[in-house]
């Protein structure tokens, strides 16, 4: 059974970065033939995915996110990492790191983490 945890701070001032971290147990993040990602879901809106990393570690994000995205992993730790830079109110939400089967927006997300509420607030 794959589980995946997210951890990071629940308050972010804005022009702040927004780190948040995803650990991973009952499976490896380097494992054939999986990608991790990222997928946030404002209050009262749909899902929106922000991006992926790869088994192999290459990396891929949604065009409307991709200038201030980053996505890193330490596979010692089995974990992965999301970077939001210069957050906005818009940016709040709950904020979910899951396993897929694709480096896509569309891909199937077999195992999701709980969930970390991020509120942007001066």
């Known amino acids: 059974q794959v589980q995946l945890q997210e951890s990071g701070p629940g308050l972010v001032k804005p022009s702040q970065t927004l780190s948040l971290t995803c650990t991973v147990s009952?499976?490896?993040?380097?494992?054939?033939?999986?990608?991790w990602a990222w997928i946030r879901q404002p209050p009262g809106k749909g899902l929106e995915w922000m991006g992926a990393?790869?088994?192999?570690?290459?990396?891929y994000y949604s065009p409307s996110l991709k200038s201030r995205t980053s996505i890193s992993r330490d596979t010692s730790k089995n974990q992965f990492t999301l970077q939001l830079s210069f957050v906005t109110p818009e940016d709040r939400a709950v904020y979910y790191c899951?396993?897929?089967?694709?480096?896509?927006?569309?891909?199937?997300?077999?195992?999701w983490g709980q969930g970390t509420q991020v509120t942007v607030s001066s």
């Open positions: 899951v396993r897929g089967d694709g480096y896509y927006s569309s891909s199937h997300y077999d195992y």
């Open positions: 009952g499976g490896s993040i380097t494992t054939s033939h999986y990608y």
């Open positions: 990393i790869g088994y192999s570690g290459s990396t």
